[in-house]
């Protein structure tokens, strides 16, 4: 079985709503980190959804609070899936390439990107563990999203991702656009 084959396998063995210790503790940093904005007493107690069309910061750190692990968790099957498509039906491993793009359009506090950023650094141990030659890899964000807090949070989580990557020697470059969508 190739190195592609096995870690495949590892991964979808592991209990789908398992986050990993890097994750787990850049969500409890970054939670700290919201829980000194003035304005967002009371952003973890259940009731109304928050509404994130009002752009505040108690709806972008109640919507944190009780909704990132789930869009986190979404975004990671949907590119393990996308992965195991990619390389079974075209031979093909994104996970292998130097560099990597990633256009991220409406990326709020950035669970999309951030489980990608997981299961790269997940992919770079396991490469490092099993005696595979691990190399740099370069990612390149654009992220875009209209709401300033949510952009601050996704700032933050990648913040406290850093050491992980770095460690990896994955580099990530971020372009944050706060714009409007049509």
Not at 52 to 68: M, P, T, V
Not at 78 to 103: E, I, R
Request: charged share 20%; proline share 5%.
């Amino acid at each position: 079985m190739d190195r592609i084959n096995e870690f495949t396998a590892e991964w979808v063995s592991r209990s789908p709503h398992q986050m990993t210790s890097r994750m787990h503790d850049a969500c409890f940093h970054t939670l700290e980190w919201i829980k000194s904005w003035p304005h967002v007493a009371g952003f973890t107690e259940k009731g109304k959804k928050p509404d994130l069309d009002d752009g505040s910061e108690f709806s972008i750190a109640k919507h944190f609070y009780w909704y990132y692990d789930t869009h986190f968790f979404k975004a990671q099957n949907s590119l393990v899936s996308t992965y195991l498509v990619s390389h079974n039906l075209l031979s093909t491993n994104w996970l292998d390439q130097p560099k990597l793009w990633v256009l991220d359009i409406g990326c709020g506090t950035g669970a999309a990107t951030c489980a990608l950023l997981d299961l790269l650094c997940e992919y770079h141990d396991y490469r490092w563990k099993h005696g595979y030659p691990v190399w740099d890899t370069q990612l390149h964000i654009v992220a875009v999203d209209p709401c300033k807090p949510a952009l601050d949070v996704y700032s933050k989580m990648l913040e406290c991702l850093q050491p992980s990557l770095v460690q990896l020697n994955i580099a990530v470059a971020v372009c944050q656009v706060q714009d409007e969508f049509p």
